[in-house]
């Protein structure tokens, strides 16, 4: 199998989800393990990071390790999405990997029971390449010992370091060398906490930096190698709107993983990733895209971005400080250059589905008509475009449409939560497309 | 050599233009290259593309080859711009790669007679270094095959995996090996669509994504290895003002080649390369640049981001929603800081000449002058900059003469049209500059 | 010693400062030099280079290596920052090579005792890793002529090529390997004007472009290596604003050095680097952030972009386009998403404080509290916000306070200056902070 095509269960992640394994002072210090293993449908996470390094204090770690044995020998077997631990670890502290040595050897002890349920582990704070090998390494041992496949235990990193990031270049010419087990490697993270501190970079207000070049280079590192990428944490909790926003300009660059916090982000961030409910128009107003709100079948606008007036024999339009005037026809280039249609995954559907029948019957490339219309200022416009759609299209489409089959095909416990939303009818035809 | 220097004929590429290679159900298949490869001036471009991949049906491109053979031995002779075919190949199918060698030794057995006006072939979906290396070796066969010179056929690739980004990073060590012939690498092209798949990206809308990175990247191997960057097709043809606005961005990052999907485009690259005929005065309006109208040798702004009244005594400007209140020397250098002025072809030439004569009388710095008159609700301001001179400015504004004079040597079919826009007078001094 | 932690004297450069070493029809051609090594506190830099290189006339860095020599040998004892001088190099040209070699030969020579207070040399122009072995091996060869300690002289190199962008990547591999002393490797100093030369990059009005890429990879590389990153030049001298807003921006980034043109610019970097002497809150004013004023205690905004008013039982809130009929509890939430703080150093070092209480009575954990009072069209908002602070916040918060205790540590010349803007009682506890 080439590298680049990925070799785990899951095609997609989209959601990632940390849970303390220890919390001092409850009654049952494994509770928050307990309570978020037993999510289902979009409340959980296509793989849920029981998180035995950050997110649980250094004192708690070795009840913690104690604790994902307990809870995930009991509970596992039901639990609809992977289960890859985080343990400790850090390219500067030999003690720390050591540690991380003896929390995977108590987690993954088939005696106990956990490991049948446990897909990998999360191996944080990883360096140079060297530093992966010492890992996978430790899980090479641990699977000898244990008498478990050779590889059959995934590793993913957290990306939270410059030499991590050069490192990810290397993966294609190291994954397969006879000396490791690379080829177990699953995701690739970003923590951008930790990157920031290691990048010595500061904000004046102490939000995290963008971190635009980090994201594409891990994006690209999954594509190249067949892994899966992930983003960091987002940690405004309350702010939903913004949690999208990332996750759009994530999508963008090829990461659509998001790493969760709370169970309400899991939701945002399983339904997010995939296409809208239903489709909607934006328009550019100015600098920025609004989108337009139905009202009886019109798509308006109601800012004060773009204006719009009938004149004598013919219209004036301004947008921004931008004023022409435009017969109909040319009104029509206009209001269709200044929009765009966000389609729906029943929309997706619809249009691979006739591209679909159009090659069957031996054509190579049709054009797709959308129209609408669009009301500004109370005067209306009726627009229609047509989209050539060819081979390339068609794939580029199949992104989105393969990340829903995915998710379809791995997520049993989402099929209901899925229906509610799309309709019986469009899932079942989407799982139907490109086959 | 230093591997930094290019080796081939052309050091510029405007414009990189495909067509297909032959058209179902058209008398003759082969009628779009026999249009393509008889366009003249800006028409041409500086390197024209049969393209046997993408553009034609997968049941066409026997036919295509044929076609290329049939077309280029006739006419290539009297073709202004490089000739590259583009044929199959991927990284991940070796069928795909052995259909690839047979289209090139089709279109490059000297018996047809096409091959001695062919300047190289375009490789697309390219992997890993070690993938681009069979693709050079196959090269290399049918050099060898046909008598031709080792290494004569140029070699270029299409980036659209983040593989073949990765790879670009490894060319200044792998080129020059005595086991490859990756001296013939000519262009790296971006092929934005493809890319979009392979790293999984999506937007809303099925735009394609700005790839920011992936382009830095290119232009920065291109730079690194003496090679020649493109940038990927623009899809949306009717959008001019779109296409311009790419090229200026990409040539901020030293990506000045871009691809055309139509002989408008063709021109609207080959000119847009270039300086402008005439040069025009930006004025920074709040968040945007915005350009300033000349008006009986006024310069007007005519927005209303930006306002200014006088006052007893002084002025009051406002910009968005600052306001300052300031004497007259004072708004001078408001506006001077608020304006920026964008050379011609012609005021570029006369500046170069300028400092040629002062490095000669020994002077290593001089100041340019450029004053205006702007006028903003009315009121008129005249503004008056020194800019210092020294080699490294003269150096940097060498670039756009040196592309203008690459031109200038390498399309004669092109003199008239160019010596239209910026006068005779104009073009023979801009092709004396830094001689 | 691990290859990422920092090896040099200095684990922050904030300032870069480049003075010409001989300038041609004075009566002292060294006087430049005289000048700015007897500058003291914020008008002397972190890292001062006499520079051989660009900034004086080919004709006279004979002159000029002479000149540092007798400059540094009577005043180097008492400059407070480090002395790095640049000399000449080119990766394409092998005579100015040896002239660079030539000129260390002489600024070196102990018996001229300039070399005991000089820190290391900036090598310009260096190209991929093997170049910068080149003059590695110079230094290596004058340590021993010179019978000083291999390795002592520190090396920093200006990246302004493509290949020595892409070398950075290597330096992890390289660095520590027995045939060379690139330990001794200090700056990565990016050099914008002959970057943008050799990507061939032309931005309309010939300004520089951006580079974030770049910067990206500097600074990361940096990181990787243990070395320090420094932006190139800011021409514009006098804009004052936007030296401060590209030096945010590279924080952001992690690339906390600053080259420094003139003595201004010294003085900006050198305290612009460090945190403000008040905290200030910021305001989500549509697309842009807003500085709110303070007036008697109470945070104003006075842009038209957001609008309040009372209504019935409520209010309205517009920002941009976008209204909202709250309540007040709502409307704290409103304003509350809106706003951010920008903490002083004072506020820091407050916070820092009670976290390390709170950690010592076996918290990991605790709310910071920031409250005020936000007027907005008369209308007065309270808002409180309670921000979870852990071992990663505090972390993060460390690299300032660290290049403040940096800062203190290497320049006395700087105490008073320091205690003046922030106070003797915040110096002091800023020094004891994280001990």
């Known amino acids: 199998m080439s590298i680049d095509e990925r070799q785990h269960a899951r095609q997609f992640v989209r959601t990632f989800f940390t849970t303390p394994t220890a919390v001092e002072g409850e009654d049952d210090s494994a509770k928050m ?170 904000t004046p207000t102490g939000d995290l930096p963008p971190w635009a070049e980090l994201r594409h280079n891990t994006s690209r590192a999954a594509s190249a190698a067949g892994l899966i990428s992930v983003d960091g944490p987002y940690d405004e909790i309350r702010d939903v709107e913004g949690y999208h926003e990332r996750m759009t300009e994530n999508r963008e660059k090829g990461l659509i993983g998001m790493w969760a916090l709370t169970p309400g982000q899991v939701v945002e961030a399983n339904k997010g990733a995939l296409p809208p409910e239903d489709g909607y128009w934006l328009i550019e107003a100015d600098d920025r895209e609004v989108e337009l709100r139905e009202e009886d079948g019109v798509q308006v606008y109601n800012g004060d971005r773009i204006s719009l007036s009938e004149t004598e024999g013919g219209y004036e339009l301004t947008v921004g400080n931008n004023t022409v005037v435009v017969d109909e026809e040319e009104l029509e280039d206009e209001i269709l250059d200044l929009t765009s249609y966000v389609p729906s995954l029943g929309d997706i559907v619809d249009s691979m589905e006739e591209f679909e029948a159009a090659k069957e019957a031996g054509r190579g490339a049709i054009a797709m008509t959308r129209s609408a219309t669009v009301s500004i200022d109370g005067v209306e416009v009726d627009i229609s475009s047509d989209r050539m759609w060819d081979e390339a299209t068609y794939q580029a489409l199949m992104v989105p449409v393969s ?33």
Do not use: C
């Not at 829903?404 to 309709?423: C, G, K, M, T, W």
């Open 33 to 202: 393990l307990r309570g978020a293993i037993q999510n289902r449908g979009m409340e959980a996470p296509d793989v849920w990071v029981p998180d035995n390094e950050d997110a649980t204090a250094p004192s708690m770690r070795e009840e913690g390790a104690e604790n994902i044995v307990e809870v995930v020998s009991e509970h596992g077997a039901d639990f609809p999405g992977e289960i890859h631990p985080r343990v400790v670890w850090h390219r500067d502290d030999p003690g720390t990997r050591h540690q991380g040595l003896q929390q995977i050897m108590t987690i993954a002890d088939p005696e106990k029971g956990a490991i049948e349920h446990i897909d990998g582990f999360v191996i944080p704070e990883v360096g140079d390449i060297d530093d992966w090998k010492k890992a996978d390494e430790f899980l090479t041992i641990v699977e000898n010992e244990y008498g478990l496949e050779e590889g059959s235990i995934a590793m993913s990193v957290i990306i939270e370091s410059g030499s991590a990031e050069l490192a990810m270049e290397e993966l294609r010419n190291e994954m397969g060398k006879p000396s490791n087990n690379l080829q177990r490697l699953f995701m690739l993270v970003n923590g951008e906490v930790d990157y920031t501190k290691d990048m010595r970079a500061m």
């Open 403 to 435: 990340l829903f089959q995915d998710v379809y095909e791995n997520r049993p416990d989402q099929h209901e939560a899925l229906a509610e939303i799309y309709s019986e009818d469009v899932v079942e035809r989407a799982m139907e497309v490109g086959n």
